[in-house]
């Protein structure tokens, strides 16, 4: 059975005034500008940082103040994406603040601790007995299509027009972000790649690309705390939810990738399964919470 397609929108510049997303972006920033204020001794360049978020603030105002500058209706639709980005580098300066003993992996050994009750095992550990060369290489490149999947979905809504299930994917997409990004400050954990390191008995090992990708990713995540919950388990499952509305076949594929990803995360050590129970469930709060918050914003 073929869903059925809605009409395209033909709101195309979008409403007046702020978006919910608007909304949600200020109020983040502001929260974070207070937090990196208070703690300004122990995070360095904490000036620059409140002033980039001020810009940043200020720059969405201008666009909802003036909607016809040049490129203002493409950068109003599509900001939201890069400026959570940028939170994510934020976050891990403000968790090093708050939690000046983090480095002791506390926390890490709480979920491992607890992922061993559940199953009897440290599961990445347990996941050794299926480790191959092929199956590392082709999870390594699940793991690391996670943008363009998601991305997938914003595009596709984009080409067809769809301006308002766009606006509405991208205020998912910026809340399931930054509810993440509320985790990893709560329960500050690197992961088992770190803690449990020295229970592995054998490294992973790919084919072609797994060094290459797993290189880049470590270049961008290994210095985060960004374990719990498992961000891309909850972005995977909202991207899935939304493609449900393109095509079911899509949503098909999703499916698949999304299961795909709850083995990547484990067999490659960068989660424990206790993340992976997060991501869902602060998934789930975000398709509830969202449509009620843009209702209300709106």
């Known amino acids: 059975m073929r869903r059925a397609q809605p009409a395209p929108s033909n709101s195309e510049a979008g409403p007046a ?3 919910p997303v608007d909304r949600l972006i200020l109020g983040y920033l502001l929260a974070i500008s207070l937090l990196v204020a208070v703690f300004h001794q122990r995070i360095p360049d904490a000036g620059a940082i409140v002033l980039l978020h ?9 666009i909802v103040i003036y909607p016809r500058l040049p ?30 003993s983090i480095r002791d992996l506390r926390v890490d050994a709480r979920l491992a ?34 943008v363009p999947m998601f991305l997938g979905v914003a595009v596709i809504f984009w080409i067809q027009n769809r301006r308002d299930e766009f606006r509405s994917y991208a205020f ?12 990893y400050v709560c329960v500050p954990a690197r992961g088992p790649r770190f803690y449990l390191d020295g229970l592995q008995t054998q490294p992973l090992a790919g084919v072609w690309l797994y060094g290459w990708l797993r290189g880049g990713l470590d ?22 939810w939304w493609s449900r509305r393109i095509s079911t076949p899509l949503a098909g594929i999703y499916g698949l990738y999304a299961v795909s990803m709850l083995l990547a995360t484990t067999y490659l ?14 998934a789930v709060a975000v398709l509830t919470v969202a449509p009620r918050l843009m209702r209300w914003w709106h």
Do not use: K
């Not at 639709?77 to 939690?99: D, E, K, M, N």
């Not at 998912?172 to 985790?183: K, N, P, Q, T």
């Not at 050590?269 to 602060?282: E, F, I, K, P, S």
């Open 219 to 240: 270049q961008l995540e290994s210095a985060h705390y960004d374990c719990f919950p498992s961000g891309h388990m909850e972005m995977t499952i909202l991207a899935w």
């Open 172 to 183: 998912v997409l910026a809340l399931g972000f930054l509810v993440s990004y509320v985790g």
């Open 269 to 282: 050590r960068y989660h424990y399964t206790v993340d992976l129970l997060a991501g869902v469930v602060a």
């Open 113 to 146: 601790a607890w992922d061993y009750a559940i199953w009897g095992a440290n599961p990445t550990v347990w996941l050794e007995r299926i480790q191959t060369p092929l199956v590392t290489e082709l999870l390594q490149i699940t793991y690391s299509l996670f």
């Open 71 to 100: 490129g203002a209706r493409i950068f109003h639709h599509w900001y939201p994406l890069p400026y959570t980005y940028a939170c994510y580098g934020v976050t891990s300066l403000i968790i090093t603040a708050l939690w000046p």
């Open 54 to 62: 001020a810009a940043g603030a200020l720059l969405i105002v201008a």
């Open 17 to 19: 005034g702020l978006w």
